[in-house]
Each structure stands twice: as C-alpha cells, then as structure tokens.
C-alpha cells in the first residue's frame, strides 16, 4: 500500500519560510518522481517541483524558481520542500505525489500518488 504523509506547513509572514516534508510507505521506494504541488481555492492544482529518484534531477516552476528547494533522502523515503521569500500568492493547499510514468514533469495528471496536503498559508 502506497502512502504518503506530509508535514510543515502552517502560517508564516511573507518573507519567511517553511519546511514541508513528505514520508511515504516501503512501497514508494519503487516510484521514480515524487514531488510537491499546489492548489488554491478556485485555481487549478499546480506543479512546484519534482525530484527523481536517482540521481536527484528536478524541475521547478517558473513562479517558485530561486525560493524553494526540493531535496530527497531516499534512504527513509522523504522528500523535502524548503520554502524561502514565502509570498502571499503561495498560499495553498500542498500536495505531495509520486508518480510511476516515464517521465510525468510538473503535470498533475501523471501523478499516481497523493498525500492528504497540508496548509501553507502566508500574510503580508
């Protein structure tokens, strides 16, 4: 069984930063990307950053390039999002995923895999 819990978020002034973390199950030691996304009320979810599994490639999106860092420490199966320069318009709900496809991207569609989300919310 697949699972995959994420921790950290929370409320934050803009400019700070946050830490979220993803643990999944034994069995997404098998999933090649995992990564985090993103969904605001009335907007579509959308991809932050993607991670493979082997040799660490990733990919970001174009509105959170610069501020936020995806890392991996496979040994536990944890992906880690370190948010930086935190804007009001990140406020979201944030999704870990993880995805068997060849090679999924920042599409949600590709995406096998979810966590519950968690909250990050920040004020100017």
């Known amino acids: 069984l697949v699972q995959l819990v994420e921790s950290g978020g929370g409320s934050v002034q803009a400019g700070g930063s946050l830490n979220l973390s993803c643990t999944g199950s034994q069995d997404t030691s098998r999933l090649m990307y995992r990564g985090w996304f993103r969904q605001a009320p009335g907007k579509e979810r959308e991809g932050v950053a993607v991670i493979r599994r082997t040799g660490g490639v990733t990919l970001y999106g174009d509105s959170i390039k610069g501020r936020f860092t995806i890392s991996q420490d496979n040994a536990v199966n944890t992906i880690s999002l370190q948010m930086n320069s935190l804007k009001p318009e990140d406020t979201a709900m944030y999704y870990c995923?993880?995805?068997?496809?060849?090679?999924?991207?920042?599409?949600?569609?590709?995406?096998?895999?979810w966590g519950q989300g968690t909250q990050v919310t920040v004020f100017s």
């Open positions: 995923a993880a995805s068997n496809s060849g090679f999924p991207g920042l599409a949600p569609d590709f995406y096998n895999y």
